[in-house]
C-alpha cells in the first residue's frame, strides 16, 4: 500500500474535484482518492503506478507538467505523420526480454512493426502508434521506456524541408519568369501587346492567358490559397496583395482578350506578362529570404549543436554509451579528452582544462578538478574527467541559455511598436489606396482610362510590402541577441536591446564585480635571514585546517608555489584576531598587528606592511616565537581585465561609478586600481538601490552591474540590470542582462552590440518607411502629371521582392558586428559591419 | 456609366472598410481544459480566435504546416511569450495570462494573425 500526492493546477471548484476522482479512481490499483482544492494537490492511496496516476491526471486536464509522466516533454514534438518512433529501453538484460518487448509494442494499435535492439537498448517502432501508448505497453510489461528524440535527427529533418521548400521557391521562380520573361521581351522589342478583334491574335493572347493562367494556379497557388484563407478570416496579408494584383491584370487582360469590344480601342492592351513576371519575381524574393534567414538563426544553431548526443555514463560496475536524453540525475559520466561535457554535472575525479568559451565567450580554458562544476556543451581540452550528473535535459544551464536566447529573440524594442501598429492596418489600407487611385485615374487621367485604372491599382498593390515593414524589427533582434550570445552575454528582452542603447551612467559593484570577490595573496614579506617561502609555508602550516577565507588564499598560493604545508600541534584559532599553533616546537602566530602587539611581539617590516594597506590589501603578520619573520598580504584583487574594461566605458562616455559596503580608504584604494573616479563607499547592501534611484533622479540612465543574487533590488531598479557570473553557476535569470563570463568588457560589449542592434533597426524601419510611403504613391500615378511616369507592375514587382531582402541581409550585416573593433574604431559603437 | 463605375468604386472601398475592420473576426474557439490546437497554415491560424479566464493556465499547441518562414515564429504581444514552430511539428506554448483583455498573436511579421481573449 503506498500513498501518492500529485500537484493539480486549474481545479476550482467541487465539479473539478469529481472529475479528477472519476479519472483517478479507473487507473488500476487507485484506492481512495482526496482531492485538496486548496493546495491543489490530490493524493491517492493504494497500489496504482505513479506514472500511470501521473498520466491519467494530465489527460484529465488537471495535470501540472511536474505531475506529467517523464515521457510527457517528448510527446510535445510528436510527429504530424507516421515515421518510425525510437524508443530507449531499460531494464532489458536478455533475449526473452527482447521478445517480451517486442510482443508488448505489437500489441499497441497502429503498430506495423517493432524491433528491439538489445545492443544499444532501443527499439525502432514503425506505425501510426502514439509514444504515449507505446510507452505504456513496454511500461506494463515490467520494463521502461522514453522517447529518443534525437535533436540532430530533427534538424536535419528539418533542414531538409527548408531545403525543399527553397527549391520549390526557385522552380516556381523559374516557371514564372520563363512565361514572363518571353512576354516582356516581345513587347520591349516592339510587338504588339494589343488585341484586335476578329483577327489571329485574339486566338494567339487567348492561349498566352491560359498559360499565364496555369502559371497563376501552380507556382502562384499558395498566394491565392493564402489570400482567400485569410480574407474568410476577415484578415489581409501579403498574399492578399498578390492575389488581388495579378488577379486583376489577368482578368483585365482576359477581357480584353474574349470581348475586345467593351474596351475602348486604345486600352485594348494586355498584361499577361505582369502577372507572370511578378509571381516569379516575389517566388525568388521569397527563395532569397529563406536563405538570408537561414543566417540569422545562425546563433541559435550553434547553441543547438553544442548538445552532446551521447554520455558514457558508469553504471552497474561497466561503462555504456546512451543517449544523452536517458542520463538521470546521480549519473556517473566519463568525459575523455576531445570531448563534449553532456549534461551539468560537478567532477568527482581526475582533472582537465575546459573550453567553456561557447558559453561564456571567454577564451582562456578553465582548470576542472574535483568539486569543481562543469557545464553541458563545453569541450574538455585536457585529461579524463568523471562528474556526477547535477542537472540534465531541460534543466542544463545550455539548454536554459538556449530558451532564453529563443525566447529573446522574438521579443521587440519598443522601437519597433509603430511599424507593429502600421503594419496591422496595413493591407486593406493599401487595398483602399488602390481602389483611390482606380477612381482618380478613371475622373481625371489622360485616355484611356480603363488601363491606366488596372496598372494603377495593379501596381499599388503589388509595390507595398508589408513584410520588409514587419521585418524590420524582429530581424535585427534576432540577429543582435545571437550576436550577444556569442560573447556570452544572455540578453532576456528586447526592451534592454533598446535601453542599454542610451545609458550614460553604470554602477559597478565591488566585490565580485570588479574584484574577483574571494581574496587572494597579493604579497609575501619575508624579514632578514626568512626566505619568501618559508614564510609562506609556516603561514600554510598553521592555515591548513581553517575554512576562512584568508585561509584558504595563503593555502592557495602555498599549492601554488608547490610548497607542503609542515604538521603543527596545539592549534588555536582566536576570533578576529588570528591564529596560532605550535611547528616544530616553537609558537607560531598568524594575525593582526594589534594582536601580535597585545602578545608583545617584537614587530618588523612595518613600514611595508602599511604600503599594502594603501593598496587595499589585508597584512597578516606571522611571528615565530616572540619576533614578526614575514607579512602576507591578502586583498580581493582586481580582476586582471577590468582596469580596461572599465576605460572603454569611459571612452563610450560613460559616467563609471563603483558602489560598495567597504570603508572609505579600501574603497578608494580599489577604485584607483581600477581607474574609477566615483566611489559610493559604506552603502549598505539594502541601500544600493536608493543610490540608483537618487541617479535616476538626478536624470542618468543608470546600468547596475552587480552579482545577480546581493545586488538584485539594485538590478531591479536600474535601467538595464548587468547579472554577472563566472563561469556557468551565475543565475540567468536574474537580471535584464546576462554576463556569463565575468569580465566587466561584457558591459562594454552589450552596450555596442545594442547600439549596432538598435542602429541597424533604425535602418531597416526607415527603408521600410521610406520605401513603401514613396513607392506607394509614385505606384498610384503620383508622378505623371509632372514627368508623365507610370510605373510598370513588373517593376512594381521587382522593387517589393527586393525590399524585403534587403531588409534581411541588412540585419544579416550585424553578424560581422565585432564590438571590441567598434570601440576602437569610434566611440558611438555605429552600424559598421 | 461614370457615376456607376464611381459608385462601385466608393461602394468596394466601404466594403473593405467593413469587411476587415468593421465585421466580428473568426468564431472563437473557447480553451476547452486549458488547451486548443491551432493549425497554422496558408497564411493563418485556425482558429484564429481563442478565449481563456485570467489567471488559469493555458495550453497552444500549434501545428505549422506552411513553410513560408513567415511561419517561423509565434509572437504573444504584451505577453513576453514568443515561440519557434518548426515546419511540420506541433508545438507547445504554454501560458497564464494574469489581467484579462485581448492579446494579440502573430507571426513576427505581423501577417499571421490570432487573438487571445482573456476574461
Not at chain 1, 297 to 308: E, I, M, P, T
Not at chain 1, 429 to 454: C, D
Not at chain 1, 794 to 802: E, F, K, N, T
Amino acid at each position: 500500500m503506498r500513498t501518492h500526492h500529485l500537484p493539480i493546477q486549474g481545479a476550482t471548484c467541487q465539479g473539478c474535484a469529481s472529475k479528477i476522482r472519476t479519472a483517478l479512481s479507473a487507473v488500476p490499483g487507485a484506492g481512495e482518492i482526496q482531492v485538496d482544492l486548496a493546495d491543489q494537490e490530490v493524493t491517492v492511496h493504494g497500489d496504482a503506478d505513479h506514472a500511470a496516476l501521473a498520466h491519467a491526471l494530465a489527460e484529465s486536464g488537471y495535470g501540472t507538467e511536474a505531475a506529467a509522466p517523464p515521457e510527457a516533454p517528448a510527446s510535445d514534438k510528436e510527429p504530424v505523420g507516421g515515421g518510425d518512433i525510437q524508443l530507449a529501453i531499460t531494464g532489458a538484460t536478455c533475449a526473452s526480454c527482447v521478445r517480451t518487448i517486442e510482443t508488448a509494442l505489437g500489441g499497441v494499435a497502429g503498430v506495423r512493426d517493432a524491433s528491439m535492439n538489445l545492443a544499444d537498448h532501443s527499439a525502432r517502432v514503425s506505425g501510426q502508434a502514439a509514444p504515449r501508448d507505446l510507452i505504456r505497453a513496454v511500461q506494463s510489461a515490467g520494463y521502461g521506456a522514453s522517447v529518443i528524440d534525437d535533436p540532430r535527427r530533427a534538424d536535419q529533418e528539418r533542414e531538409e524541408r527548408e531545403q525543399a521548400h527553397y527549391r520549390q521557391l526557385l522552380r516556381h521562380t523559374g516557371y514564372g519568369l520563363g512565361v514572363g520573361a518571353p512576354l516582356m521581351l516581345w513587347g520591349l522589342l516592339g510587338g504588339s501587346m494589343t488585341v484586335q478583334s476578329g483577327t489571329w491574335s485574339q486566338a494567339a493572347w487567348l492561349a498566352v492567358g491560359l498559360i499565364t493562367l496555369a502559371v497563376l494556379a501552380a507556382p502562384g497557388r499558395p498566394f491565392f490559397v493564402g489570400a482567400w484563407k485569410a480574407l474568410r478570416h476577415h484578415n489581409a496579408n501579403m498574399d492578399t496583395l498578390i492575389a488581388l494584383g495579378t488577379g486583376t491584370a489577368w482578368l483585365y487582360s482576359m477581357v480584353v482578350v474574349l470581348a475586345p469590344a467593351l474596351v475602348p480601342e486604345a486600352a485594348r492592351h494586355v498584361y499577361f506578362e505582369a502577372s507572370a513576371m511578378i509571381i516569379g519575381l516575389i517566388s525568388l524574393g521569397l527563395a532569397l529570404e529563406v536563405r538570408a534567414r537561414g543566417k540569422t538563426s545562425a546563433a541559435v544553431k550553434r547553441l543547438l549543436d553544442l548538445r552532446a548526443k551521447t554520455a558514457r555514463v558508469l553504471r552497474d560496475g561497466g561503462e555504456q554509451d546512451i543517449p544523452v536524453e536517458q542520463v538521470v540525475a546521480g549519473d556517473r559520466v566519463r568525459v575523455r579528452p576531445g570531448e563534449k561535457i553532456a549534461v551539468d554535472g560537478e567532477v568527482e575525479e581526475g582533472s582537465s582544462r575546459l573550453d567553456e568559451s561557447m558559453l561564456t565567450g571567454e577564451p582562456m580554458p578553465v582548470a576542472k578538478g574535483p568539486g569543481d562544476s562543469v557545464a553541458a556543451g563545453t569541450l574538455n581540452e585536457g585529461g579524463t574527467l568523471v562528474y556526477r550528473a547535477t542537472r540534465v535535459g531541460a534543466d542544463t544551464a545550455l539548454a536554459r541559455i538556449i530558451e532564453l536566447v529563443k525566447k529573446a529573440q522574438g521579443t521587440k524594442p519598443p522601437i519597433g511598436r509603430l511599424a507593429d501598429q502600421v503594419s496591422a492596418v496595413f493591407v486593406p489600407t493599401i487595398m483602399l489606396i488602390a481602389v483611390a487611385a482606380a477612381l482618380l485615374w478613371f475622373n481625371l487621367g489622360p485616355q484611356p482610362p480603363f488601363s491606366h485604372m488596372m496598372v494603377a491599382a495593379t501596381t499599388v498593390l503589388i509595390i507595398a510590402c508589408p513584410c520588409a515593414l514587419g521585418l524590420a524589427t524582429p530581424m535585427s533582434v534576432m540577429v543582435g541577441v545571437g550576436k550577444a550570445a556569442e560573447y556570452g552575454i544572455l540578453i532576456r528582452q528586447g526592451e534592454a536591446l533598446q535601453t542599454a542603447a542610451d545609458l550614460d551612467t553604470v554602477v559597478l559593484d565591488k566585490t565580485g564585480t570588479i574584484t574577483e570577490g574571494r581574496p587572494a595573496l597579493t604579497r609575501v614579506l619575508a624579514a632578514d635571514g626568512e626566505t619568501e617561502d618559508q614564510v609562506l609555508t609556516l603561514a600554510a602550516s598553521l592555515e591548513a585546517g581553517s575554512e576562512h577565507p584568508l585561509a584558504q588564499a595563503i593555502m592557495a598560493a602555498a599549492e601554488e608555489r608547490g610548497l607542503a604545508p609542515r604538521s603543527v600541534s596545539d592549534f588555536q584559532a582566536l576570533n578576529g584576531k588570528g591564529v596560532s599553533a605550535l611547528v616544530d616546537g616553537a609558537t607560531v602566530r598568524l594575525g593582526n598587528r594589534r594582536w601580535l602587539e597585545q602578545e608583545g611581539v617584537a614587530l618588523a617590516l612595518e613600514d611595508q606592511a602599511a604600503d599594502l594597506s594603501k593598496d587595499a590589501a589585508t597584512p597578516l603578520f606571522l611571528a615565530r616565537d616572540d619576533r614578526v619573520i614575514g607579512v602576507l598580504g591578502v586583498a580581493d584583487r582586481i580582476k586582471e581585465d577590468a582596469a580596461e574594461a572599465i576605460r572603454r566605458l569611459r571612452e563610450r562616455g560613460l559616467r563609471v561609478i563603483m558602489i560598495t559596503g567597504d570603508i572609505q580608504a579600501s574603497a578608494d584604494a580599489i577604485a584607483r586600481q581600477a581607474g574609477v573616479d566615483e566611489v559610493l563607499a559604506e552603502v549598505l547592501p539594502e541601500d544600493k538601490a536608493r543610490e540608483v534611484k537618487r541617479l535616476q533622479q538626478d536624470g542618468a540612465k543608470v546600468a547596475m552591474v552587480g552579482d545577480g543574487i546581493n545586488d538584485a533590488p539594485a538590478l531591479a531598479q536600474a535601467d538595464v540590470g548587468f547579472a554577472i557570473g563566472t563561469g556557468t553557476d551565475v543565475a540567468i535569470e536574474s537580471a535584464a542582462i546576462t554576463l556569463m563570463s565575468g569580465s566587466l568588457h561584457g558591459v562594454a560589449d552589450a552596450m555596442a552590440i545594442s547600439r549596432a542592434t538598435l542602429g541597424n533597426i533604425k535602418q531597416n524601419l526607415f527603408g521600410a518607411f521610406v520605401y513603401n510611403s514613396l513607392g506607394v504613391p509614385v505606384a498610384a500615378g503620383l508622378l505623371y502629371p509632372f514627368t508623365g511616369w507610370l510605373l510598370s507592375p513588373v517593376i512594381a514587382g521587382a522593387a517589393m521582392s527586393l525590399s524585403s531582402v534587403t531588409v534581411v541581409s541588412n540585419a544579416n550585416r550585424l553578424r560581422f558586428f565585432k564590438p571590441n573593433k567598434a570601440d576602437r574604431r569610434t566611440a558611438d559603437g555605429g552600424n559598421e559591419s | 456609366m461614370i457615376w456607376l463605375i464611381n459608385l462601385s468604386g466608393l461602394a468596394l472601398m466601404a466594403l473593405i472598410v467593413w469587411w476587415f475592420w468593421l465585421a466580428g473576426a473568426g468564431k472563437a474557439r473557447r480553451a476547452t481544459h486549458g488547451a486548443v490546437d491551432i493549425i497554422v497554415d496558408d497564411g493563418v491560424y485556425e482558429p484564429a480566435v481563442i478565449e481563456s479566464n485570467a489567471g488559469e493556465p493555458l495550453t497552444l499547441r500549434f501545428e505549422r504546416r506552411d513553410a513560408s518562414p513567415c511561419a517561423e515564429q509565434v509572437v504573444f504581444h504584451g505577453l513576453d511569450v514568443s515561440e519557434y514552430l518548426p515546419v511540420g511539428e506541433t508545438t507547445t506554448v504554454t501560458l497564464t495570462p494574469e489581467q484579462p483583455g485581448t492579446y494579440r498573436f502573430t507571426c513576427q511579421m505581423n501577417m499571421y494573425q490570432g487573438k487571445l481573449i482573456v476574461h
